[in-house]
């Protein structure tokens, strides 16, 4: 069965980077098998430097793949599958889930992949890269972290406002609703949903969605890079449990139809790229 990766190391991020990032890490597969892991739909966002064989992205329900490579992406909702075949290295910054806002001038930016210069000049990109490519993993963290807190960030009461929200739920494991939030906060449905479709890019029943999904998979498989095989055997456990449907949606943000469906694709993408 294929692993996530050959070595990980995971970093913290300085208090300046608080709202913004909340660690960094680097990620490393020699090449000599294939690896599947599971990008999991957790809000988040991720800044990206890749050096070396640039692996696959792949939508596990369509099939679509996009390279793996350098890019910022915005807070994430569904599952895809990296798919790495040859020698790679990658540091990967994970966000605050309102840190593209903070970093892009309050422009939301959900499932989307942006140019790394959105945030990193073309000079600190390339002396990260070069790091990193020399196996200098420190070096090239500690160069985009500093690049990021030198970075002026947007501000504003909505911001504040939602990332108190945002913050409620995470410490809940997403197993609240809307309206919930919306109290703990004193709004608004309306003005909840309008805090999360400008600044994060998604409803707040997405970002509720992604974060059950999210602590689910992270609780049976702990921290790190998640196997694409061990994701799928957890999700098979669960939906064959028999829980009720509405426990089921419950906890892993997905009814059991869509559940056992994800699962299907996701066996079906994990097995070797064709030739």
Sequence with gaps: MPV???SYRRFPVPPSLAG?????????????????EVL???GRGLLQLVRGTAGQLVDPLTGRTTPDADGLRGAWTHAVVARQTGPVARLGVQLHPLGPARLRDGRAAADTWLPVHEVLDADVAASAGDLLAAGDDEGAVAVVLAALAARPRHSGADLDHLEDALRFVDERRGLVRAGDVARDVATSL?????????????APAQYLSAVRFST?????????PVDAGATVATIEWFVEAGYPPREVERFTGLPPVELRRLAEHL?????????
Aim: glycine share 12%; aromatic share 6%; hydrophobic share 45%.
């Design 267 to 275: 066996a079906q993408r994990i097995g070797p790229p064709a030739a």
């Design 216 to 224: 689910f998979v992270r609780e049976s498989l702990g921290a790190g």
């Design 190 to 202: 309306g003005e909840l949903h309008r805090w999360c479709t400008h600044l994060l890019g998604m």
């Design 20 to 36: 913004v990032a909340e660690h960094a890490w680097v990620a490393r597969h020699d090449g000599g098998r294939q690896h599947a």
């Design 4 to 6: 996530a990766v050959d």
């Design 40 to 42: 999991l739909p957790d």
